[in-house]
Protein backbone atom coordinates (compact mmCIF):
# COMPACT_ATOMS: atom_id res chain seq x y z
CA UNK A 1 0.00 0.00 0.00
CA UNK A 2 2.03 3.20 -1.06
CA UNK A 3 2.31 6.00 1.25
CA UNK A 4 0.70 9.41 0.70
CA UNK A 5 2.24 10.93 -2.56
CA UNK A 6 2.88 14.57 -3.24
CA UNK A 7 4.30 16.01 -6.22
CA UNK A 8 5.88 17.89 -6.91
CA UNK A 9 8.42 17.49 -4.12
CA UNK A 10 10.03 20.87 -5.32
CA UNK A 11 8.30 24.18 -6.94
CA UNK A 12 9.93 27.28 -7.33
CA UNK A 13 7.97 29.98 -8.86
CA UNK A 14 8.32 33.71 -9.01
CA UNK A 15 5.83 36.22 -7.72
CA UNK A 16 3.10 36.50 -8.56
CA UNK A 17 2.61 32.77 -10.69
CA UNK A 18 0.14 30.43 -9.50
CA UNK A 19 1.21 27.23 -7.65
CA UNK A 20 -0.36 23.73 -7.80
CA UNK A 21 0.62 21.50 -5.17
CA UNK A 22 -0.97 17.35 -5.14
CA UNK A 23 -1.34 15.14 -2.55
CA UNK A 24 -3.22 11.58 -3.66
CA UNK A 25 -4.29 9.57 0.06
CA UNK A 26 -3.64 6.38 1.14
CA UNK A 27 -5.61 3.92 -0.53
CA UNK A 28 -9.17 3.99 1.32
CA UNK A 29 -8.10 7.22 2.77
CA UNK A 30 -11.00 9.56 2.82
CA UNK A 31 -9.59 12.74 4.97
CA UNK A 32 -7.68 14.58 3.58
CA UNK A 33 -5.51 17.52 5.86
CA UNK A 34 -3.25 20.34 4.70
CA UNK A 35 -0.26 21.38 6.79
CA UNK A 36 2.17 24.87 6.49
CA UNK A 37 5.49 24.43 8.31
CA UNK A 38 7.90 26.96 8.36
CA UNK A 39 11.87 26.35 9.06
CA UNK A 40 12.49 25.23 12.73
CA UNK A 41 8.84 26.19 13.26
CA UNK A 42 5.55 24.01 13.47
CA UNK A 43 2.99 22.77 11.70
CA UNK A 44 0.40 25.05 11.08
CA UNK A 45 -3.06 23.62 9.97
CA UNK A 46 -4.96 24.87 6.63
CA UNK A 47 -7.42 22.70 6.01
CA UNK A 48 -9.70 19.77 6.43
CA UNK A 49 -11.34 18.01 3.63
CA UNK A 50 -13.52 15.15 2.18
CA UNK A 51 -14.22 13.44 -0.75
CA UNK A 52 -15.59 16.28 -2.48
CA UNK A 53 -16.44 18.23 0.65
CA UNK A 54 -14.15 20.97 2.32
CA UNK A 55 -14.70 20.28 6.38
CA UNK A 56 -12.79 22.99 7.63
CA UNK A 57 -11.04 25.46 5.98
CA UNK A 58 -10.39 27.76 9.37
CA UNK A 59 -6.68 27.62 8.54
CA UNK A 60 -6.77 28.93 4.92
CA UNK A 61 -6.30 32.83 4.06
CA UNK A 62 -8.91 34.42 3.01
CA UNK A 63 -7.47 35.22 -0.54
CA UNK A 64 -5.10 33.71 -2.86
CA UNK A 65 -5.32 30.02 -1.28
CA UNK A 66 -8.03 27.23 -2.31
CA UNK A 67 -8.44 23.48 -1.74
CA UNK A 68 -10.43 20.94 -3.16
CA UNK A 69 -10.79 16.73 -2.96
CA UNK A 70 -12.31 15.83 -5.85
CA UNK A 71 -14.53 12.59 -6.68
CA UNK A 72 -11.85 11.27 -8.36
CA UNK A 73 -7.86 12.91 -8.51
CA UNK A 74 -5.50 13.32 -6.41
CA UNK A 75 -6.49 16.82 -3.63
CA UNK A 76 -4.91 20.03 -4.43
CA UNK A 77 -3.87 23.14 -3.06
CA UNK A 78 -3.59 25.94 -4.86
CA UNK A 79 -2.00 29.30 -4.29
CA UNK A 80 -2.40 31.83 -6.71
CA UNK A 81 -0.58 35.18 -7.39
CA UNK A 82 2.26 33.92 -4.80
CA UNK A 83 4.62 36.35 -2.97
CA UNK A 84 7.75 35.07 -0.96
CA UNK A 85 6.16 35.00 2.52
CA UNK A 86 4.31 31.26 0.88
CA UNK A 87 7.75 30.13 0.26
CA UNK A 88 7.28 27.06 3.01
CA UNK A 89 7.37 23.18 3.29
CA UNK A 90 3.55 22.17 2.33
CA UNK A 91 2.88 19.12 4.38
CA UNK A 92 -0.49 16.65 2.77
CA UNK A 93 -1.54 13.94 5.19
CA UNK A 94 -4.46 11.23 5.01
CA UNK A 95 -6.66 9.31 7.08
CA UNK A 96 -8.82 6.47 7.19
CA UNK A 97 -11.19 7.85 10.06
CA UNK A 98 -9.72 10.95 10.80
CA UNK A 99 -7.61 9.36 13.50
CA UNK A 100 -3.96 8.99 13.00
CA UNK A 101 -2.59 11.13 10.46
CA UNK A 102 0.02 9.95 7.48
CA UNK A 103 1.54 12.06 5.91
CA UNK A 104 3.51 13.38 2.95
CA UNK A 105 7.25 13.83 2.31
CA UNK A 106 5.38 17.66 1.58
CA UNK A 107 6.15 20.00 -1.34
CA UNK A 108 8.45 22.83 -1.21
CA UNK A 109 7.84 26.17 -2.37
CA UNK A 110 9.91 28.77 -3.00
CA UNK A 111 9.33 31.95 -4.08
CA UNK A 112 11.59 33.81 -5.78
CA UNK B 1 -9.23 29.21 18.98
CA UNK B 2 -7.57 26.39 20.36
CA UNK B 3 -3.90 26.94 20.86
CA UNK B 4 -1.52 24.12 21.77
CA UNK B 5 1.69 24.75 23.42
CA UNK B 6 5.10 22.97 23.81
CA UNK B 7 8.12 23.03 26.08
CA UNK B 8 10.79 23.01 25.57
CA UNK B 9 11.54 24.26 22.16
CA UNK B 10 14.89 22.98 22.06
CA UNK B 11 16.75 20.44 24.29
CA UNK B 12 20.24 19.15 23.93
CA UNK B 13 21.37 16.02 26.08
CA UNK B 14 24.24 13.89 26.09
CA UNK B 15 23.29 10.37 24.76
CA UNK B 16 22.14 8.09 27.84
CA UNK B 17 20.57 11.06 29.09
CA UNK B 18 16.41 11.37 29.34
CA UNK B 19 14.54 13.69 27.58
CA UNK B 20 10.99 15.30 28.48
CA UNK B 21 8.79 17.55 26.62
CA UNK B 22 5.24 18.65 27.35
CA UNK B 23 2.27 20.12 26.04
CA UNK B 24 -0.42 22.48 26.94
CA UNK B 25 -3.45 23.09 25.47
CA UNK B 26 -5.83 26.23 26.35
CA UNK B 27 -9.01 24.00 25.74
CA UNK B 28 -10.49 20.47 26.95
CA UNK B 29 -8.84 17.96 23.84
CA UNK B 30 -10.96 14.62 22.68
CA UNK B 31 -7.56 12.95 21.88
CA UNK B 32 -3.96 13.69 21.74
CA UNK B 33 -1.43 12.37 19.25
CA UNK B 34 2.36 12.44 19.13
CA UNK B 35 4.57 12.90 16.13
CA UNK B 36 8.53 12.76 15.31
CA UNK B 37 9.88 14.95 11.94
CA UNK B 38 13.86 13.78 11.48
CA UNK B 39 16.04 16.39 10.09
CA UNK B 40 14.50 17.19 6.72
CA UNK B 41 12.13 14.23 6.83
CA UNK B 42 8.24 14.35 7.79
CA UNK B 43 6.20 13.54 10.54
CA UNK B 44 5.50 10.19 11.47
CA UNK B 45 2.65 9.45 14.42
CA UNK B 46 3.62 7.79 17.33
CA UNK B 47 0.85 7.05 19.70
CA UNK B 48 -2.88 8.62 20.15
CA UNK B 49 -3.92 9.07 23.77
CA UNK B 50 -7.84 9.26 24.71
CA UNK B 51 -8.84 8.79 28.02
CA UNK B 52 -8.25 10.89 31.27
CA UNK B 53 -4.88 10.46 33.04
CA UNK B 54 -3.99 7.27 30.37
CA UNK B 55 -0.50 6.42 30.62
CA UNK B 56 1.29 4.23 27.14
CA UNK B 57 5.18 2.85 26.78
CA UNK B 58 6.87 2.43 23.71
CA UNK B 59 10.13 0.69 24.36
CA UNK B 60 11.67 3.60 26.45
CA UNK B 61 9.09 5.98 25.53
CA UNK B 62 6.13 6.98 27.58
CA UNK B 63 3.30 9.04 27.44
CA UNK B 64 0.80 10.28 29.32
CA UNK B 65 -2.12 12.27 29.31
CA UNK B 66 -3.44 14.77 31.87
CA UNK B 67 -6.21 13.93 33.93
CA UNK B 68 -8.04 17.26 32.62
CA UNK B 69 -7.15 16.26 29.25
CA UNK B 70 -5.27 20.03 28.80
CA UNK B 71 -1.68 18.72 28.83
CA UNK B 72 0.31 15.44 28.16
CA UNK B 73 4.13 14.72 28.29
CA UNK B 74 6.73 12.53 26.35
CA UNK B 75 9.12 11.39 28.44
CA UNK B 76 12.67 9.10 26.90
CA UNK B 77 14.52 7.67 28.86
CA UNK B 78 18.27 7.22 28.25
CA UNK B 79 18.50 8.83 24.89
CA UNK B 80 20.08 7.50 21.90
CA UNK B 81 21.56 9.34 19.03
CA UNK B 82 18.92 7.91 16.52
CA UNK B 83 16.14 9.84 18.90
CA UNK B 84 17.15 12.40 16.87
CA UNK B 85 14.61 14.85 15.95
CA UNK B 86 11.60 17.11 16.78
CA UNK B 87 8.52 16.14 18.86
CA UNK B 88 4.95 17.79 17.96
CA UNK B 89 2.01 17.24 20.56
CA UNK B 90 -1.19 17.36 18.26
CA UNK B 91 -4.57 17.92 19.73
CA UNK B 92 -8.39 17.51 19.02
CA UNK B 93 -10.78 20.12 20.50
CA UNK B 94 -13.14 18.13 23.03
CA UNK B 95 -16.11 16.29 21.77
CA UNK B 96 -14.67 15.23 18.45
CA UNK B 97 -12.65 12.59 17.35
CA UNK B 98 -11.81 13.04 13.67
CA UNK B 99 -11.34 16.68 12.13
CA UNK B 100 -8.70 19.89 12.93
CA UNK B 101 -5.35 18.50 14.63
CA UNK B 102 -4.18 21.23 16.23
CA UNK B 103 -0.03 20.97 16.60
CA UNK B 104 1.69 22.29 18.95
CA UNK B 105 5.30 24.15 17.40
CA UNK B 106 7.60 21.10 18.55
CA UNK B 107 10.56 20.22 20.42
CA UNK B 108 13.88 19.90 18.99
CA UNK B 109 15.73 17.55 20.66
CA UNK B 110 19.40 17.16 19.80
CA UNK B 111 21.45 14.06 21.06
CA UNK B 112 25.58 14.27 21.86
CA UNK B 113 27.50 11.65 21.62
Known amino acids: NAGVMQNPRHLVRRRGQEARLRCSPM?????VYWYRQLPEEGLKFMVYLQKENIIDESGMPKERFSAEFPKEGPSILRIQQVVRGDSAAYFC??????????FGEGSRLTVL | GQQVMQIPQYQHVQEGEDFTTYCNSS?????IQWYKQRPGGHPVFLIQLVKSGEVKKQKRLTFQFGEAKKNSSLHITATQTTDVGTYFC?????????????FGQGTILTVHP
Open chain 1, 27 to 31: KGHSH
Open chain 1, 93 to 102: ASSIDGGELF
Open chain 2, 27 to 31: TTLSN
Open chain 2, 90 to 102: AGRAGGTSYGKLT
